[in-house]
């Protein structure tokens, strides 16, 4: 084949790519808001554990103190919008609204992967968050599978660079990708790579999970490997292999999709799991948080901070106020639980003895 024809054909292959990444974000958008994609048969296993009422806190509700950091950032809160989207369009106006909000509050954020944008420019301007969000931390992010599929630590870099982020996640989403039409399933020799990018990156790497949890063993291997927080993402809440089924066109990957919708580790566990194996690590709980009382269980279990997903992405949808209120209220909750037990500050609700197992 002639060079300029063949220049012409990779151009073509990476537009084609670049625009099959962008549907498929569409795709997953429209998916969680119009169909059932909540997992069954199994739960985060927050609901197994109670906390034991404090009738006298000796504290002042309104120095209740939810302050954190992340890397040295401080934060006004324990919470992170977690990575969902961007990359295609009209979710340009889904992130901004929730940066501005975040910003406002004291929120960190993730946004959803970046690889749409490294493959197509153009699609850049839909994770620029820095000018509504100049003080929190943003992560980029990326699927790494993707180390497997052409991209290294250049790219992880560009990443970056376009989110302005302080860290990039990495997100593990193998049985996502079995279930996905055009997934790509070559998850062999990853860790060596993330390694790598750890090692190499100019920001912390994070790893997270898709909604299946993160076992005691795997958080040690990427902790050897020198990742700097864990968001175990566990089961309970949106199962990815019941959002891929609604694409996917195959009689028969439809109906084995199925069979995974109450697949995973349940969030609680997964946090004692990754906190008892790593007392040191970062460790970010989600999957199926409801309201800040779930988030003061996950914190109370070991968890450092919290993470919030689907259950914003319907105000996102709508409006920076119904954003604003749907974060005040978390905040309320979480206040109201720290309170109820006689704790004034994240510290003091981590080691709290007052969470219970009822279950």
Known sequence: MPQHEENASIKHDASHQANQTERRKADHIRICLEETVQASGVTTGLERYRFVHQALPELNFDGIDLNTSWFGIPVDTPFLISSMTGGSEGTDRINLRLAAIAEERGWAMGVGSV??????????????????????????NIGAVQLNMGMGVNECEKAVEIVEANALILHLNALQEVFQ?????????????????????????????????????????????????????????????????????????????????????????????????????????SGGIRHGVDAAKAIALGADAVGFGRSLLQAAISSEEEVNEVLMQVELELRIAMFGIGARTISDLQRSKRLVKIQ
């Open 115 to 140: 690889r749409a944008a490294v493959e197509n420019p153009a699609l850049i301007s839909t994770f620029k968050l820095r000018h509504v969000a100049p003080t929190i931390p943003l992560f980029a």
């Open 181 to 285: 039409p055009e997934g790509d399933v070559d998850f062999s020799e990853l860790l060596f790579k993330i390694e790598e990018v750890c090692r190499k990156l100019s920001v912390p790497v994070g790893v997270k999970e898709v909604g299946w949890g993160i076992a005691e063993d795997t958080a040690r291997q990427l902790s050897d490997a020198g990742v700097s927080f864990i968001d175990v993402a566990g089961a309970g809440g949106t199962s990815w292999s019941q959002v891929e089924k609604f694409r996917s066109h195959q009689a028969v990957q439809r109906r084995a999709a199925e069979a995974f919708a109450d697949w995973g580790i349940p969030t609680a566990d997964s946090v004692l799991a990754v906190r008892s194996a790593l007392p040191e690590m970062k460790v970010v709980a």
